[in-house]
């Protein structure tokens, strides 16, 4: 095969992702209005995650998997955002909960990988973990809020603090269990990412096998399969686990607030101010400018996620799977900076338009309100964020998760 053939077929892969993932989108955002009713996207959406093979593409090869480059995995997260925040959301959770199985014993990743159903996890260690009496297993109990995509997905891994049989100390990991012993509460009823349908997760003393405790934890700090490398160039083994299990997040708010900042221009364009002697706002000198700002807040938005994506390329190329404590909160600080930038973006958006952007069949508010909703999620915590950086950077220590 030529470089030329590799390189073409290569192309055409990227071409194809994104063209399902517009696809998606606009799918998604046909049934946006009744989706921010019903706290849930259709089913029709999520298949069509699905059918395009999503959920497969970071998996190990050996289970179904390809390797996609990261820019293309934000690209396409970015493109239905677009559309659509919350199924760009779900479209991400769905990709990246698929690469903790590669984590696990043989016994565990063979049941997750060829069960052929979607995944969800909250890492929040609000779990109680006990030993079981046999001596291998172990019963967890509790409640966890933010489940995002639940409704869809029949594993779900669920943080708690327990020190395993063979370690010395606690430790976080995930507990994973079938949905159908748990009780799902639908308790989602927020401002923003009404689509993700992300209910609460009950379970009351349920057996867990060892093979299925995802040990985070010992990943955070450069482990990979347990009971071998099986896939020594598996991409997600060669990079810090949470910076790629966390890149998304940028895109998915980036995507929204492209759409937002499109909204904008083509509502200037046309938009008439009846309270100023009907002047047309896109001859205005404050519309211009606002349009300048808003679109160079965007390319720097773009530029930082891009940089980003650049580190991950950087760590795969050079099997980087621990990070100093300086470089690991700075990418925390690039996450915090565009989650928060780009709220704050859309609501300048949402206030600069006016009255009419209220309006729910305009889309405007949605995606504001959606963007509040990502910029709360606590990975990206814009002053947690900004801390932890500021400490790496005098030579302490940063944020004790992210």
Request: charged letters at 25%.
């Amino acid at each position: 095969m030529s470089i030329h053939t590799l390189e073409t077929q290569q192309t055409a892969n990227r071409e194809e992702l994104l063209q399902k993932a517009q696809e998606v989108g606009e799918l998604a955002e046909q049934h946006a209005l009744q989706a921010d009713i019903d706290a849930k996207l259709p089913d029709v959406v999520i298949e069509k995650i699905k059918e395009a093979g999503f959920h497969k593409l970071l998996r190990p090869k050996a289970y179904g998997g390809q390797e996609v480059d990261y820019y293309t995995f934000g690209d396409i997260i970015r493109t239905i955002a677009n559309y659509s925040v919350p199924a760009s959301w779900l479209t991400y959770f769905a990709i990246i909960h698929e690469t903790w199985p590669a984590f696990l014993p043989e016994q565990g990743r063979e049941e997750l990988y060829n069960s052929g159903s979607l995944m969800a996890d909250v890492f929040a260690p609000v779990g109680k973990v006990t030993d079981d009496p046999d001596g291998k297993g172990y019963r967890i109990s509790g409640h966890w809020n933010f489940c995002s995509g639940v409704l869809w997905c029949d594993w779900i891994a669920l943080g708690a603090v327990h020190k395993m049989r063979d370690a010395d100390e606690p430790e976080l990991s995930l507990f994973i269990v079938h949905k159908k012993d748990t009780e799902i509460i639908e308790n989602w009823d927020a401002i923003g990412l009404r689509g993700t349908g992300s209910n609460a997760v009950k379970v009351e003393d349920v057996y867990v096998e060892p093979s299925s405790v995802f040990p985070l934890s010992r990943v955070v700090k450069g482990a990979t399969a347990p009971d071998g490398n099986y896939e020594e160039d598996y991409q997600i083994f060669n990079v810090p686990y949470l910076a790629f299990f966390l890149s998304g997040f940028p895109q998915v708010a980036i995507g929204g607030l492209e759409r937002l900042v499109q909204n904008f221009k083509e509502k200037t364009k046309g938009r008439v101010r009846i309270y100023n002697k009907n002047s047309n706002e896109k001859d205005a000198g404050s519309a211009q400018r606002t349009l300048g700002e808003l679109t160079t807040q965007l390319n720097a938005l773009k530029a930082v996620a891009k940089e980003y994506m650049d580190k991950l390329h950087y760590y795969q190329e050079n099997g980087i799977r621990v990070l100093e404590e300086e470089e690991r909160e700075q990418l925390f600080a690039m996450r915090g900076y565009v989650a928060k930038t780009a709220a704050e973006t859309a609501t300048r958006v949402l206030i600069t338009l006016g009255g009419n952007s209220l309006y729910k069949d305009m889309h405007t508010e949605r995606f504001v309100r959606d963007l509040l909703a990502v910029a709360s999620h606590p990975t990206h915590l814009y002053e947690d964020a900004m801390v932890g950086y500021g400490k790496s950077i005098l030579g302490l220590d940063g944020h004790p998760m992210w």
